[in-house]
């Protein structure tokens, strides 16, 4: 298994529940085909420059272990999200 971290910008207009429901939703997406090591929740942030007209936006970590085809589907699935604004799944054991 490989050691990826995905980052992804929550639209800030949700409410808490919504928000809590998106970082639930990655989670068992990772969870059905690897695993989550580690979920780290940076809240409300100011973003560099403005996405769909906002200027803020709750930011999740999350490190996790999986095969090489779950970031792939994971891609996937936040693209389509619309509650998700921006994303990026690193590798960490690439050197």
């Not at 939703?25 to 973003?47: F, H, N, P, S, Y």
């Not at 699935?77 to 054991?93: A, E, G, T, Y």
Request: charged share 35%.
């Amino acid at each position: 298994m490989t050691n990826y971290e995905v980052m992804f910008i929550i639209d800030p207009t949700l409410e808490d529940a919504k928000k809590e429901a998106t970082v639930e939703k990655v989670q068992g997406i990772i969870a059905a085909d690897g695993e989550v090591q580690k979920v780290d929740t940076w809240g409300m942030r100011k973003l560099a420059y403005p996405i769909q007209k906002k200027s803020e936006g709750y930011y999740v970590v999350i490190e996790f272990a999986a095969s090489t085809e779950l970031p792939k589907e994971l891609d996937r699935r936040l693209r389509i999200s619309d509650d998700v604004m921006r994303h990026i799944i690193i590798n960490k054991d690439a050197k």
